[in-house]
């Protein structure tokens, strides 16, 4: 199984700040196969970034996924009100499929 | 516009059966083409894949849960089912149900959830 390791743990940042999450896994993922998701409190998680790099239909492009093999970062250019939340890592490449264990942007 | 939407009892008792089912709609699961699953998270924690149901009824469980779980399709009601055995407190969570849908070098990623639905275990 995958171990994808999230940091750091809690980023906190002013709005119109950069915000760059990572993600490493314990084993390269397979093509890139590597989705993003942001969750807001009582909500369902909500697809930012799939195959590391291309955005879910609708997401801002402040939003951004690089990335291969073992390193993928999440990058939001400059944060607005509404990103302020918590963002999962999540490969779907190889069996099982794991989460990372989530980084929260928090407002400084 | 694609819905999904979890219903089941929001308290089982340890020993016995976690059921939830996840009403599908504005997509076809028996011909879309699409997997359909389950992901749940403990209260403050973090995410966990428990398995998936592809259209045609093939199903895939994470090696942990795979003893106690099973996932079924019902095309005729266009929902898919979760049924956990013998739940303790661990298993206390909110579950999600998500459509998996193919990206360009078909391999299979969430797309849509529902809104999650919390299973608590207690006597």
Partial sequence: EIVLTQSPGTLSLSPGERATLSCRASQSVSSSYLAWYQQQPGQAPRLLIYCASSRATGIPDRFSG????????????RLE??????????QYGNSPPTFGGGTKVEIK | QLQLQESGPGLVKPSETL??????????????????????QPPGKGLEWIGSIYYSGNTYYSPSLKS???????????QFSLKLNSVTATDTAVYYCARRIKDSNGYFY??????GTLVTVSS
Wanted: glycine letters at 12%; a negative charge; charged letters at 15%.
């Fill in chain 2, 68 to 78: 106690r779980l099973t996932i079924s399709l019902d095309t005729a009601k266009n």
């Fill in chain 1, 81 to 90: 009100p509404e990103d302020f939340a918590v963002y999962y890592c999540h």
């Fill in chain 2, 110 to 115: 969430p797309d849509s959830w529902g809104q």
């Fill in chain 1, 66 to 77: 690089s990335g291969s093999g073992t390193d993928f970062t999440l990058t939001i250019s």
């Fill in chain 2, 19 to 40: 059921s939830l089912t996840c009403t599908v709609s504005g997509d076809s699961i028996g011909s879309s083409g699409h997997y359909w699953g389950w992901v749940r």
